[in-house]
């Protein structure tokens, strides 16, 4: 950290700050959806009935994690070619295009799935560029903290759409139009941000010294760090030594080599934490916060609506005290598998409640009702104390540069396919689970716990060159600095067939 300058820093932090309004992006259109669905004007001018709404929420949100699981197989080629800048910009283009279907009154649903579907692909293809241009260009000293802005710029997302939300359903008329497309709408603004953002950003230092473009990487390079001293040029070097290798190791590729020995526990651990983040069934409450909370308090006027914005605030005041004072302090396996234990006792415990005690429906205030509001805000700092921040900038670090397109593509593709199928079944599982929904979470984070401890190994303070050559059999193990610096060798040239040996 000392070699860092304070103006390196502050574009560190800035870099993080423009591509993670992703993050914001993927947080408004999570949490707007859930309340968008619920008001009387979007029922009235998409003329659906209260036996209909159950499979039009289901579609409505599950549409769109369809689309963006297609993009993240579309986006690698792209991003390969053309670069991480550029991709972003394509992403967000796209996504614009999608809002703007979805907030025409075309009286459709169709039409308004479609729109769902093309944002989706906006969302998508971003979803797996943004991480991987983050971990490409930040230091390692700052990786894990300014990766999980992604979860910080989430939550904030999350907490303004209910915000929105909550105000168009108390302040508009039910029967205009405008309650429901202001908030959608809205989506627009970070979209276009984040677009004209990226212009400001220099391309990927590792993507252009990929493509044989090596001064345009040390500009990128000395940009970022905001130094061209003798620490950056060795980081150049070590940037140039380790890609001209892996080059010479990836002539040839094919996407079935994800699957060899030397790469199959790289993509099934991918896979495994972001099918592991989607189950623990925090996003589930993304969308679905106002039936969830519905559920626990009953339903009168729009408390269910304010329950869930207070929810958001939650939300953020956790994850920026993460990544504020937590991020890059913590070890990454132990407050994964804590966690994920905490929010299995939240769970379990309100499903007992909710059995035991449920909801009046008479809006009237119970015991039991603040007790379980209380258990699921628990339940969501623990949430973004773990698996809310850490998967994005943890799946980013353990891919060679040979398989890290690839690899994150994979890993991010298996979050978009678990948040479409939780999307779609959510509806239903609260409609005829009841209070069984929140024990299925419980025991799935149970699963996840077990997961962290045995499965997962530590990144936190490594470079990407380092975590490069790190043995298949050490994944799955904690590995401390010094066991580290041993097991890989002093030297980069040490290793004989770098990056392909995990």
């Not at 799935?444 to 530590?458: S, Y």
Request: a positive charge; glycine letters at 10%; proline letters at 3%.
């Amino acid at each position: 950290m000392s070699q860092l300058t304070t103006a390196g820093k502050a574009r560190a932090y800035y870099l993080g700050a423009v591509v993670c309004l992703r993050g914001f992006l993927f947080g408004y259109d999570s949490g707007i959806i859930g309340g968008v669905l619920t008001l009387k004007s979007y029922q009235h001018d998409f003329r659906y009935s209260a036996k209909q709404a159950t499979r039009t929420q289901s579609l409505a949100n599950g549409l769109q994690q369809l689309g963006a699981f297609v993009a993240c197989f579309i986006i690698w080629p792209v991003t390969h070619k053309l670069g991480r800048k550029k991709a972003i910009m394509i992403c967000s283009a796209i996504f614009i295009v999608g809002v703007i279907i979805e907030t025409i009154n075309t009286h459709s649903r169709s039409a308004f799935y479609v729109g769902r579907v093309i944002a989706g692909l906006g969302l998508g293809g971003s979803s797996v560029v943004v991480p991987m241009f983050s971990s490409e260009m930040v230091p390692k000293e700052l990786r894990g903290q300014i990766g999980s802005f992604y979860q910080l710029m989430f939550t904030i997302g999350i907490f303004t759409s209910y915000w929105v939300d909550y105000g168009v359903a108390k302040d508009i008329p039910g029967t205009q139009s405008r309650q429901w497309q202001i908030p959608v709408g809205l989506q627009m603004l970070p979209a276009g941000l984040l677009g004209l953002g990226m212009l400001t950003l220099k391309e990927s230092t590792r993507w252009l010294t990929h493509h044989g473009r090596h001064g345009e990487a040390w500009q990128s390079l000395k940009w970022i760090r905001a130094s061209d001293s003798e620490a950056t040029v060795a980081e150049m070097e070590e940037i140039r030594t380790g890609v001209e290798i892996e080059a010479r190791e990836r002539e040839g590729f094919r996407l079935s080599e994800m699957l060899s020995p030397e790469d199959r526990r790289r993509t099934f651990t991918a896979s495994a934490v972001f099918t592991a983040q989607q189950a623990t069934g925090a996003t589930a409450f993304a969308y679905y916060g106002p039936q969830y909370f519905k559920l626990l308090v009953g339903n009168k006027g729009n408390s269910n609506l304010l329950l869930t914005a207070i929810f958001g605030a939650v939300k953020v005041a956790a994850c920026l005290t993460f990544v504020l004072f937590v991020a890059e302090k913590v070890n990454r396996r132990k407050i994964l598998t804590a966690g994920a234990l905490f929010m299995a006792a939240c769970q379990i415990t309100t499903a007992a409640v909710v059995k035991t005690h449920p909801a009046r429906g008479d809006g009237t205030v119970t015991s039991a009702g603040i007790a379980t509001i209380a258990l699921i805000y628990l339940f969501v700092i623990a949430y973004n104390f773990s698996w809310g921040p850490l998967p994005w900038p943890y799946v980013s670090e353990i891919f060679p540069t040979r398989t890290r397109e690839p690899g994150i593509a994979v890993g991010v593709s298996t979050q978009w396919l678990f948040n479409f199928i939780f999307s779609l079944t959510t509806p239903y599982m609260i409609a005829n689970m009841g209070w069984g929904t929140f024990l299925l979470w419980g025991l799935f984070d149970v699963c996840i716990a077990a997961f962290a401890w045995f499965g997962l190994t530590e990144t936190r303070g490594k470079s990407l060159e380092e975590i490069t050559h790190l043995d298949a059999a050490s994944l799955g193990k904690t590995i401390d600095d010094d066991d580290f610096g041993r097991s890989t060798g002093a030297e980069i040239g040490d290793v004989k067939t770098p990056g392909r040996s995990m």
